[in-house]
């Protein structure tokens, strides 16, 4: 476990060959390895093929409008970056966050980070953050740059009380689960008024096909006069996409760091081996926030039972765990 207050930890083992390779490797060169013991997967993406994250920043009222119904139709949650000092209507906030949708950190002022004092950053990232905290939602653990532009200071403002931060420009938008990513500049891809639906499903094939991760940075919706609203026809279409496709987990920002984070921590965790019991345990950081449940599976040795805080986790039809991370802990009983 590292100090650092995100879940941060070493690059994860995903891929099938990869796991082919470790299971070969743990069963004949790990001295500690005895005969039995589990080996783990913790599935990507909650269990799907990749991962969409819709955000939108500044609380335009379009967003109330127009994007949170057209979203709630759906059935899809999404992350609303918000700004401290402009909350015209914090009831609709309130009542998003409640219902599932992630309000997340957008600075106080929205002005431009480079001209921050070194006394104003404070109040810009772990101001701002208590703030909607206090009027919004309990638990607000991520951030968005104003104008996607990254300091060293901001960051590392942000780095002590948040569990990751979205930016904008990025080598590669598409982030696989292999990747270690930078947590606090996450890349987006903007939308704007211009781009037309097949460059959205586009973005949206490439992120199914290389099984990644994207995020979409949204401002507004039709009728809106703030920054490149998108069209309601093309919003609708997009969201119908994304709708349609089981294989894409379409969940908030902070959902998928978290998930992520996560992910890396349990599968770098080592269990100690007692005979037939074989005992994970982790530490939860301070910023996850609660309620993550991660989807697992467990090479078939000698039937392995698993259990939590001491209850049988029973696997689903396809074999998969749900364990909560919460716990920090976990036991997989194998037969031989
Ligand atoms: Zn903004």
Redesign the pocket.
Known sequence: MRKASTCAVQPSLQTLAVAAILVAFVSTHTPSAQAGTPVLHVLPWNGHKAAISLTF??GDPSQWGTALPALDARGLKATF?L?GNNLPNKDVWVKAAQEGHEIGN?TMT?SHPKDFTAKQIADEASGAQKLLQTEIAPNVVTF?Y??TEVTPELKDAVKASHIGARGGWGASYYLKPTDTPDWFNIPSQATMTATPIDTYKNWIDTTESQGAWSVFMI?AIEGSTWYQPVPKKTFYALLDRLKADADIWVAPFGSVCAYWQAEKILEATVPSNQGHVHTYAWSVPSHCPKGVNLQVTLDDVGKPQLKQSGRLIKPNAAGVYTVSFDSGEFQVVSSS
């Open positions: 920043d500044d970056f700004i957008h929205h968005a104003p104008f401002h």
